[in-house]
């Protein structure tokens, strides 16, 4: 048993070194432990590149302490799905160059499917970093007040945590 054990942790230890090196060579970083891939969910046309669900987002009138508790405000889950998938293509690639079929056009066609989805959770992630910071901006507004330009510049000046650009923000509010 021991034998076996041992044989599959060598075989580990290999593939790792191969996805590793093909990592490298593609000059992708992976810096998140990466999990198996999920099994195919069915098809969504709209949606069709995102294997995981989506942050489920407290209510808009929620208070902010909630929704920073909640994650609303976090770094985008995208970026880590993106590292997810630089991981699972090179994956591929180790795989199928481990076939006797192999050939450079079938590197470069998995490499065409990774990148297609590799673009569009990029582009998600962008797109929802932006609205995240637009979301934390409006609820300062909401919650403790002040115009848009305050709120832009007190935010986007601040060095902290967002618990402490709220705390910071109310104590500035009440000073005034």
Not at 65 to 86: A, C, H, L, M, R
Request: neutral net charge.
């Amino acid at each position: 048993m021991f034998g076996l054990l041992g044989g599959l942790h060598y075989i580990y230890n290999v593939m790792n070194k191969e996805i590793q090196d093909t990592l490298d060579y593609l000059g992708y970083k992976v810096t998140v432990d990466v999990p198996t891939k999920p099994p195919h969910r069915g098809n969504n046309k709209f949606y069709w590149w995102r294997r995981y669900p989506i942050h489920k987002e407290l209510h808009k009138y929620q208070p902010i302490e909630d929704k920073i508790k909640n994650g609303d405000f976090n770094y985008s889950p995208y970026w880590t799905q993106v590292q997810y998938e630089y991981y699972w293509l090179a994956e591929a690639i180790v795989k199928a160059k481990g076939e006797k079929e192999w050939c450079v056009e079938k590197e470069r066609e998995i490499r065409t499917i990774y990148a297609k989805r590799i673009n569009k959770l990029s582009e998600d992630a962008m797109k929802d970093e932006f609205e995240r910071l637009e979301a934390f901006k409006n609820d300062l507004r909401l919650h403790y007040g002040g115009s848009r330009e305050e709120v832009d510049t007190f935010v986007n000046e601040f060095e902290g945590s967002l618990d402490e650009c709220v705390t910071f923000y109310k104590l500035s509010k009440k000073l005034k």
